[in-house]
């Protein structure tokens, strides 16, 4: 039935159609079928045909495909005005909606020409150029932050284990980021020695008071007591940042609210609990609870708000995997009760198989102008896996007209969006981390571009495991490197890494031997170790290469017969059932054993691997 139908779509043969329907030939097609014929209609630019499919298939399916792709978006790639005017005026599809690998209407658009693209932005009120895409800062950055001193905006996120600690970056237009500082560089102050992958800095919160900047972040040890929250200040986001104090209090995610008659709170979950602290940031009182929630399951991320006279709590409800949500509630009191917003979530994951997914843990931010933002933390599904982690996002936050917030029109998390101020570009930079160590105690860049590595334990080792690493950004990853190990003893090796966590990463390196250097892939997974020997150097260098298509990696030496190829989802989130795993995948250089690697003539490239 559908090919026949198809053929007559194809020829615009409406009255056959329209004899079938009186006959009732296709009143009990299924709807994965009625979708078809209508993506083809729109496909092909046939506006007349699209509408009468609409007007007379009563099992019409206006879902979208397998790749997550509405009618909307294959009217954009035919190009033609009317059908995309009726897909947007008379069907109510948003031209910035993305499909599973972010592409929207308009992007399809534009691949037509100028005049499509035109069309299609006049028609849908949106135009591509002043817009952004989220997330804005890529790769794992959770747990965001945000703080507005004049017209410059601060933004710490969680870092866990990896050092430096809890980064610090600045924006001018909420959509353009660069790290300016870290709270902690080194490891011993930080308290990070020995803790496990996922442990260390969990949900940092900025904020200003008496001319300081302030810190709170909760620390989760593997020793008693497991939860402290650490607070520092300083007098710049670039610090110094003074040396931390860590508060009794049991709990996670803290923030800390300054009230209008200057008293202030440190808020905490679980539940939302309250507490005074002194100007010195000295813990005053017990904690205690006004608040448990909309969800009341797994509350995350307290921040306390006061506008126009009421008190609004936001937080994350629902735990950190795809039922992750933000809600609100109000008060006109600060110890509560406190009332629900009737709009809850205000956001949350509305599309299964969408782009952008997993939203939660919102700050609010309101611009000079009186218009407000809020940063939350998302992440981008790759092969239904999180492989970058959770990052970054940012979004419209509006107030009704009665005192409630709704954040991009409840639409769900934005894949592209309309920009909040005039661009004012960064510089690009990504720090590089390293697992409880910082960088520089075991790594120099030399005047030539080349990295020196000293060597250290394996990557599953607690305390010396030497590993630099940038982060995972984008589910296509090039990275290439010279890799000489003639200054390490026999038996060492060197090479590039991808990084989870101790339990869950592979490493492509050179053992040296005395003749020369194998060329040897080990795989770490929970507890168990593999290794595979691909290839012999005549030399103590050679040419070293990885590449990651989504989950799955090759890698590649000139000396290796052939690469190997492999699916790494142990890199994700998801891929493995062990500790605590919600922080996301790294790359870069590691070096085992005695003596100092050099890697030479470096290439890193990171995009979306959209053709």
């Known amino acids: 039935m559908t090919d026949t139908v198809c053929s007559l779509i194809e020829r615009d043969d409406r009255e056959t159609l329209q004899r079938w329907v009186l006959q009732g030939k296709i009143a009990a097609v299924p709807e994965a079928e009625t979708a078809a014929w209508a993506r083809l209609a729109a496909e092909r630019g046939n506006a007349a045909m699209l509408s ?76 591509l150029k002043d817009c ?4 804005v800062i890529r790769g794992f950055r959770p747990d965001p932050s945000i703080l507005r001193r004049g017209e410059d905006y601060w933004l710490i996120n969680s870092t866990f284990v990896m050092t430096p600690a809890l980064p610090v970056s600045h924006s001018r237009d909420l959509v353009h980021w660069e790290t300016v500082g870290h709270v902690f560089t080194d490891p011993d102050t930080a308290g990070l020695t020995g803790l496990p992958g996922g442990f260390g800095y969990w949900a940092p919160d900025i904020s200003f008071y008496q001319e300081r900047f302030w810190v709170v972040a909760t620390l989760r040890r593997n020793t008693p007591p497991y939860r402290v929250q650490m607070i520092t200040s300083a007098p710049s986001p670039q610090g110094p940042w003074e040396a931390p104090r860590f508060l009794p209090v049991d709990g996670i995610d803290p923030s800390l609210f300054t009230d209008e008659d200057g008293k202030r709170y440190l808020v905490v979950n679980p539940g939302v609990r309250l507490a005074r602290v002194s100007d010195a940031g000295e813990l005053m009182e017990e904690p205690r609870l006004i608040y448990q929630g909309f969800n009341r399951r797994k509350s995350e991320g307290p921040h306390l708000l006061k506008k126009d006279g009421w008190y609004y709590i936001f937080q994350a409800e629902g735990g950190t995997g795809n039922g ?6 109000r008060s006109r009191a600060l110890d509560g009760p406190y009332e629900a917003c009737p709009f809850n979530p205000i956001l949350g994951k509305k599309q299964e198989d969408a782009y952008i997914g997993r939203g939660g843990h919102g700050k609010p931010v309101q611009l000079p102008d009186g218009r407000w933002a809020i940063v939350y933390l998302c992440n981008r599904r790759v092969e239904d896996k999180s492989l970058m982690g959770r990052e970054t996002a940012v979004d419209p936050l509006e107030w009704t007209a009665d005192g409630w917030p709704m954040v991009n029109r409840l639409k769900g998390p934005s894949c592209l969006q309309k920009k909040f101020l005039p661009d004012a570009p960064m510089a690009p930079n990504e720090p590089w981390v390293c697992p409880r160590l910082s960088p520089e105690s075991f790594s120099s860049l030399e005047a030539d571009g080349s990295i020196r590595l000293q060597g250290g334990a394996k990557l599953r080792d607690l305390a010396d495991a030497h590993a630099l690493l940038h982060r995972l950004r984008e589910a296509h990853v090039v990275l290439e490197a010279t890799v000489d190990v003639r200054q390490m003893e026999a038996g060492c090796a060197a090479g590039l890494t991808g990084y989870y966590d101790e339990h869950s990463y592979f490493l492509l390196g050179l053992r040296k031997t005395a003749q020369g250097a194998d060329v040897v892939l080990t795989q770490y997974v929970g507890d168990k170790e593999t290794e595979e020997t691909l290839g012999r150097v005549p030399g103590w260098q050679s040419r070293l290469r990885i590449e990651g298509r989504g989950l799955t990696f090759t890698v590649s030496c000139p000396e290796a017969e052939a690469g190997r190829q492999f699916r790494a989802e142990y890199l994700t989130d998801e891929g493995l059932k062990w500790g605590k795993r919600f922080t ?28």
């Open 52 to 127: 009468w499919l609409c007007s007379h298939c009563h099992g019409m399916s206006f879902a979208a495909d397998e790749r997550g792709r509405t009618l909307l978006h294959y009217a954009a790639q035919s190009g033609d005005t009317e059908t995309m005017r009726f897909a947007v005026q008379t069907l109510g599809y948003d031209a910035a909606q993305g499909d599973q690998k972010g592409i929207t209407p308009l992007d399809l658009a534009k691949q037509q020409g100028k005049d499509a693209l035109r069309a299609l932005e006049e028609l849908s009120g949106i135009r």
């Open 584 to 611: 996301g995948a790294l790359a870069g250089f590691a070096a085992v054993g005695t003596g100092q690697a050099i890697f030479r003539n470096l290439r890193e490239e990171m995009n979306d691997g959209q053709d």
């Open 324 to 329: 992750h949500m933000i809600t609100c509630a």
């Open 132 to 135: 952004y895409r989220n997330p």
